[in-house]
């Protein structure tokens, strides 16, 4: 009898196992699927990355890759939601400033032992850093884009002002001079599209030797905005307020906003990401000329804080040795070529980097290639609470500094008291 029970027993568990085994992560035929929600926006990017996927699943048919759509817009707080439901995707697209919590929160697969040499030694120890949190590696960093200025290139070549090139940049100083000698008669020297003040403000001041976050022997950080840290913003400040070559109306305004009164002859040159060329290229009127400059320099050069795009992988994945795979893969070095051009940005690996494509004078790909060496990790990348700190306390002080309602000692005072007693609520 007890036979007969443990034999039924044993029946009932195997056909329940077999119900419930995997889902949609493997079928009856023992093939793996892994979901790959892709954030890719631009036709460009998202042709190039299904091609890529398609072509995985041709040739490895034991390992299917099933391509989600995902949004930038809206990204943090779907995998979020997907992470505590237990339902996140195998294989997740974000970017690294977006990383640190779901790192040290257990969501994503440390991924120090999953991922094979090549591509360790193909990314270069300073783009890793900008997914290193604590011991561990938490995405894998594999496009990135410098800012820089987009400028009128007949305005400047007609008014005479010395053009700049990654060997021989402006400096903040001589930026702030051209752009006075490209002002008047109801245009501007320069746009400075800050909806997001914050990123551009701390990345921008790299150069200048501003970190902005100092962590200590204890590992906390706290913020101390010294006078490095100021020599950007203030820039901005008085191009604004005092020369009247900055256009006050775009603080407020996206990159692609500024764009109509650029090829209006409304502004001689407009800071924006390195793909912005793509929307530039597509929307230009005809025969509007225009290039790409560096952004100027300061003590440290052109050093610039990036918060590349990653690939991670869900700590829950029961499939991470596959999902690794498919990452080596999506990540040759002629592979990580087809995704930058998609999505007009530099590729992170230095194989990549040398490939002709990104060094051709069209569109002006090797000037942006030619500030690759120069990107550094954000300086708000591992700090936690980061988010909120930016929201509720950085973001309107800079706006409000910008726009002239306070000065640089209230900016300060807010930054610092107001921006460590949210930051000490995240390091108890």
Request: net charge negative.
């Amino acid at each position: 009898m007890c036979t007969r029970l443990t034999a039924v027993l044993l029946a009932a568990l195997m056909l329940l196992a077999g119900c419930s085994g995997g889902g949609d992560d493997e079928g009856g035929d023992g093939r793996v699927t892994l979901r790959f929600q892709s954030l890719a926006w631009q036709q460009e990017s998202v042709a190039a990355t299904k091609d890529l996927v398609a072509e995985w699943n041709a040739t490895r048919p034991d390992i299917r890759v099933e391509y989600v759509q995902g949004s930038w817009d809206s990204v943090h707080d779907q995998l979020l939601t997907s992470f505590e439901g237990g339902e996140a995707p195998d294989v997740i697209h974000d970017a690294s400033d977006d990383l640190a919590d779901f790192a040290y929160g257990g969501y994503l697969a440390d991924l120090t032992d999953l991922l094979p040499e090549r591509l360790k030694a193909d990314i270069p120890p300073r783009t890793w850093e900008t997914v290193t949190f604590g011991d561990g590696i938490y995405g894998v960093p594999f496009l990135q884009e410098p800012r820089v200025l987009i400028a009128n290139a007949t305005w400047l070549k007609e008014s005479g002002v010395r053009i700049p090139t990654p060997e021989d940049p402006w400096s903040w100083a001589e930026f702030r001079t051209v752009t006075r000698q490209l002002s008047g008669d109801g245009k501007y020297g320069v746009a400075w599209p800050l909806k997001d003040p914050v990123s551009a403000t701390l990345n921008l001041s790299l150069s200048t030797g501003g970190q902005l976050f100092h962590r200590g022997p204890d590992g906390k950080v706290t913020v101390r905005f010294e006078a490095a840290d100021a020599v950007m913003p203030r820039t901005v400040h008085d191009q604004v307020g005092t020369d009247r070559s900055a256009s006050p109306t775009t603080l407020g305004s996206g990159g692609s906003d500024t764009l109509p009164g650029f090829f209006g002859g409304r502004y001689a040159m407009v800071p924006l990401g390195f793909s912005y060329r793509q929307q530039i290229v597509q929307q230009a009127p005809e025969g509007f000329d225009w290039q790409v400059l560096p952004a100027p320099a300061g003590a440290d050069g052109l050093a610039q804080g990036v918060s590349p795009q990653t690939l991670s992988i869900a700590a829950d994945s029961p499939h991470k040795k596959e999902a690794a795979a498919f990452l080596d893969f999506l990540l040759r070095p002629e592979n990580m070529v087809r995704l930058a051009l998609g999505d007009w940005m530099l590729p992170t690996g230095t194989e990549a980097l040398k490939d002709p494509a990104l060094h051709t004078a069209e569109h002006d790909w090797a000037t942006g290639t030619a500030l690759a060496g120069r990107l550094r990790s954000a300086p708000a990348q591992s700090v936690r609470g980061y988010p909120e700190w930016k929201d509720k306390v950085a973001t309107p002080a800079f706006q409000e500094y910008y726009s002239g309602a306070i000065g640089l000692d209230e900016l300060r005072r807010r930054l610092e008291e107001d921006g460590n007693l949210v930051l000490a609520r995240y390091q108890r």
